[in-house]
């Protein structure tokens, strides 16, 4: 059964929308539902069905020290305050996932990312982020970085602070601060790795 019967875009925004749809519960009965999006009144995935990224979240360890991995601690409009988070960005129109993942990670630190193709490629494919009010989705690009810390290519937008972090210091901000559910759960896996297998969960 068709779970909708319409959809009115609510707003005209250049990178978020409001779609507000005609639902219908699952024994039939009609109440409104509202969604966000950042794809075009063509391209809602609710009309494609396709599950083409638009983002890139980045796992990076540091390439002479694999027991330490990119972190970024950002200033995020919608809280009014910082948070810790892995690097991320949005793919460009054309762009490959993981050329998108090497762009953003130079823009928002500074730092060369190489990235890593083994392991299961079912750990790279699109996942939603955030279903309950959004049809984003975007995948994982993992690997490792070299050069050295800079701001000195981040939008005047970003409040970007970028570093490395230990487990030690791993635990601590999973303890205490606020931090990304995403980068929460690629963190987890990070504590569990060594320096001679970085990325061993990839493998399962």
């Not at 948070?83 to 993942?101: D, F, N, R, V, W």
């Not at 981040?154 to 606020?178: C, G, M, N, P, Y």
């Amino acid at each position: 059964m068709k779970r909708f019967t319409d959809i009115r875009k609510q707003t005209d925004n250049k990178f978020l929308n409001l779609y507000e749809m005609d639902a219908l519960t699952s024994s039939g009965k009609p109440f409104n539902y509202y969604f966000a999006t950042r794809n075009t009144d063509d391209n809602i995935r609710i009309k494609t069905r396709n599950m083409i990224p638009e983002g890139v979240l980045i796992y990076a360890i540091k390439e002479d020290e694999p027991d330490k991995i990119l972190m970024v601690h950002q200033y995020r409009y919608p809280i009014d305050d910082y948070m810790y988070e892995l690097p991320a960005g949005l793919i460009e129109k054309g762009e490959e996932a993981s050329a998108a993942a090497i762009r953003e990670v130079k823009e928002e630190t500074g730092l060369d990312l190489v990235v890593y193709e083994g392991g299961n490629p079912d750990f790279r494919r699109p996942y939603i982020f955030a279903q309950g009010f959004s049809d984003e989705t975007g995948c994982c690009i993992y690997g490792t970085v070299h050069g050295s810390i800079s701001d000195k290519l981040q939008e005047d937008s970003e409040d970007i602070s970028a570093f490395f972090a230990d487990k030690k210091e791993v635990r601590r901000i999973l303890h205490e601060e606020k931090i990304s559910m995403r980068a929460s759960f690629l963190l987890m896996n990070f504590l569990g790795s060594n320096e001679n297998d970085p990325f061993y969960f990839l493998n399962n």
